[in-house]
C-alpha cells in the first residue's frame, strides 16, 4: 500500500493540520515508510482473535453523580491564549 | 554556594536515597542543603547537557525548607526532603509544563499531577525542575524535543535515549538523586539503559495517569528513573497506588516494593526469548547481556528458553495503536482552551489548522497523520483491529512463557547510545530502537532496565520483564545482581 499526496493532504485536513505542498510531498516519502513497517501485519492470520483494546480486562468504574470539585474557572482561563468575561475567545463562526 | 562541605557524611551526589534519608533524619544535612547543592550542579552543568527545561530554585528552595520544617517536627517519612527531577509530562502547579513542545512552551500547569501530589506533597521530596522529554513523549533520542536534544553524559555527542531522555541524563550525570519517568514504548527503559540507569516500568494501572499528558493512553505508564533497584523500589512505594481521578487506575492493596528486595535468587528461572537472542542484537551489548545470565546463575538462578513467537510484530502493531491513541488525544490542542494560538489566522477552522501545524513537531505530526488515518473511514478494520488482535497474540505470548519462568531476561536496546544526528532522518530506523520493550507495553506488563556493563564506553542495559505485579520480584532480582556487580555505580567521567 502506498499513500497518494492528495491522501496525504486529505488525511492532514482531518488532523487539522495545514500542510504546504513541499512538506505533503516530504510526509508521503515518509508515511509510506512508516506503512511499510505496518503492513508486516497484513500477512498474519488473526481470525478468532478477539481484539485487545486494554492491558487490563477492566470495566469502567461508576462514581455518583455528585460535583466532586470546585470551580477553577479563573486558573483554568489563565493559560488560555485569549479570553474575555469568562469566555474563550475565538474568531467568529456564525455570521 | 560552594559544593560538598566538610560536615557533609558523605559524597552526597552519590549517596543511596536510603543514606539521604537517614542523613536527613540525623540531621546531618538539611534539605536546603540537598537542595542546594544538586541546584548548584544544575547550574554548573546543565548548559552542556539540556536535562533539565525549567528549573526554578527559588521554588525548589521553599520546598526544601518545608520539608526541613517537617523533619524538625518529626513529621516526615522515608523520602521527606530528598530532592528529584520530574519528567516534563507531569503537571505540576505552578511550574510550566510543556511537554517537550512548543504547543505547551508557556504553559504554566494550574493542577498537580497525582504522582507530584504524591511525590512532593505528600512524600515531602523536592522537585529540582523539570527535565526535557521528545515532544508528546514521541521519540527514542530526545532529539525531537523543541527545547533542543539532550546530550548523553557518557559522551556529549550521543542521545541519551528517549523519551525519558532528559530524566536520565540529569540521574546520570549526578544533578539529581533520581528522577520520575514515563514509558508508553520503551521510554524509561531505554533511556535508563543507554544512560546506565536502573529504571521501572511498572503494570499498567500501578501508578495514576492523572496530569500526567496523554500521549497513547492504553499503553502510557509513569516510573522511576534511579541509580539502584534500591532506589527505584522506594520512589515507587510513593509513586504507586489507586486514584480514583484516573479510570484506569487499579483497585489494589498498597504494596512495599521493596519488601523482597534482599531474597536470595536460589531457584529462580529466568526465560530467555529465542527471538532476543537472534540476529539484530549488536554484538556488545549481546556479550554483556551473556555476561548478566552468567553472574544470575552464580547467584542460583537457571535459565530456561522460551519463546516469544510474534514478538516481530510489536513494532508494526505498535505504530499503529499508539498513534491512533495520540490523534485522539492530541486533538485536544486547538489553540483554544490553552496552548500555542498562531499569531495570524482567518476563520476558525484556519485557527484550528495553523495553531496545530506551528505548535508540533514533525514526530508528532507524523504520528498524528498516522493515527488519523487507520482510524479512517475504510482503514480501521485493516489496520486498527488487526494491531489490536496481534495485540492479544503478543500479550498471549508473554502468558504462555511465564508458565515455565519467573522472569523473562533480554537485552533493553539492540544497541548502545548512538550518535545525535544518527537516525534522526529515517524515522522507521529510530522506531527500530524500542524492539525489545515496546512488547511489554502492549501486553501491559512491568519490566526493568538495569546497567549489566559497557561497550566501547557506553554502558548496557539488561532488560527484566515480569508477570502483571510482579514489581517486587523484578526489583529483588535487579537489586540481587546490583549486590554481586558493580555496573550500576559506574559514572561518567568528566562529571564531576
Known sequence: ?95 | MAEPGPRFPMNMINASLKELSQALAAKQVSSVELTTLFLDRIDRLNPQINAFVTVDREKSLKAAAAADARIAAGQFGPLTGIPLAQKDIFCAEGWRTTCGSKMLENFVAPYDATVVRKLEGEAGMVSLGKTNMDEFAMGSSNENSYFGAVKNPWALDRVPGGSSGGSAAAVAARLAPIATGTDTGGSIRQPAAMCGLTGLKPTYGVVSRYGMIAYASSLDQGGPMGRSAEDCALLLNAMAGFDERDSTSLERPAEDYARDLDKPLAGLRVGLPKEFFAAGCDAGVMAAVQDAIRELEKLGATMVEVSLPNSHLSVPAYYVIAPAEASSNLSRYDGVRYGYRAPEYGNLDDMYMKSRAQGFGAEVKRRILVGAYVLSHGYYDAYYLQAQRIRRLIANDFVAAFNDCDVILGPTAPSTAFRIGEKSSDPVQMYLSDIYTIAVNLAGLPGMALPCGFADGLPVGLQLIGNYFAEARLLNVAHRFQQATDWHTQQPEGIA
Not at chain 1, 33 to 47: P, R
Request: net charge negative; proline share 3%; charged share 25%.
Open chain 1, 1 to 95: 500500500m502506498s499513500l497518494t499526496l492528495d491522501q496525504v493532504k486529505r488525511i492532514a485536513h482531518l488532523a487539522r493540520i495545514e500542510i504546504g505542498d513541499e512538506e505533503a510531498l516530504a510526509t508521503q516519502g515518509q508515511l509510506n515508510g512508516i506503512f511499510q513497517l505496518i503492513e508486516q501485519m497484513q500477512a498474519v492470520d488473526t481470525a478468532g482473535i478477539e481484539p485487545m483494546a486494554h492491558a487490563q480486562d477492566l470495566s469502567q468504574r461508576l462514581r455518583a453523580d455528585a460535583v466532586s470539585e470546585e470551580n477553577r474557572r479563573a486558573a483554568f482561563q489563565a493559560v488560555a491564549p485569549e479570553t474575555e468575561a469568562g469566555l474563550y475567545l475565538v474568531p467568529k463562526v456564525i455570521e
